[in-house]
């Protein structure tokens, strides 16, 4: 028993709710970055899952992922968030370009009975690390965003949610026939996050 427990990491509700937000915090400046959302210069390298990643030094940009990431975290320790969207826009048009789509699966025996669970760290970072991945390869098959572009980001949760007064709600912002990717997930044995880019077809594509 002892290798065992030598390769395995005791996962809790709590513990799992902070990888899930820091990873969040992580793709959301990912997909800013290589998406071109906001420019090359206002982005500062670090080292994170064992991989060079840029961060955003935009100080607004930098308070709305701390304050969406904090929030996160408080909905994915109730169990209560189902979905987070990243929503690219057309900064002129408000059309939208991409949705970045991170379903979440919550083992709901941990949140009723407080158990935890086992997975080894390294095991989860290596599955983050293939996500993280093909966010920086997008640019290799998602369309050019020739135009200036915002981004917005959407969360779902259970209806019994109290909604803090900073979320407004809105509609889903969705594409009219989108052309879809689905990237990895990870696993963290509480909860599970599938990831998919769902982006606008090219109108020259269909002719």
């Known amino acids: 028993m002892a290798s065992r427990t030598a390769t395995k ?3 809790t509700l709590r513990g799992s709710a902070a ?3 820091e990873f969040f915090g992580y793709a959301a400046n990912s ?3 290589n998406r071109g959302v906001y420019p090359e210069e206002t982005f500062a390298k670090v080292k994170k899952y064992g991989l060079p990643l840029l961060l955003t030094q935009d100080d607004g940009v930098k308070a709305f992922i701390a304050n969406l990431t904090a929030q996160l975290t408080e909905w994915l320790e109730s169990g209560k968030l189902q979905r987070v969207v990243l929503v690219i826009m057309n900064k002129a048009t408000s059309e939208v370009q991409e949705r970045w789509n991170f379903s979440i699966e919550t083992d709901g025996e941990v949140v009723e009975k407080g158990v935890s669970r086992e997975k080894s760290d390294k095991e989860i970072m290596r599955e983050i ?3 993280m991945r093909q966010i920086a390869s997008s640019i290799t098959y998602l369309p050019c965003l020739d135009e200036p572009c915002v981004f917005d980001v ?3 949760t259970d209806k019994d949610v109290a909604v803090p007064f900073t979320w407004i709600e809105s509609d889903p912002k969705l594409i009219a026939n989108p052309q879809m990717v689905k990237l990895h ?3 963290t044995k509480i909860h599970k996050v599938d990831t998919l880019v769902s982006y606008k077809n090219d109108e020259w594509d269909e002719q």
């Open 9 to 11: 990491d005791i996962i």
């Open 19 to 21: 990888i899930v937000s």
């Open 31 to 33: 997909i800013l970055y």
């Open 129 to 131: 690390q293939a996500i």
């Open 154 to 156: 959407l969360a779902y």
């Open 185 to 187: 997930s990870f696993d």
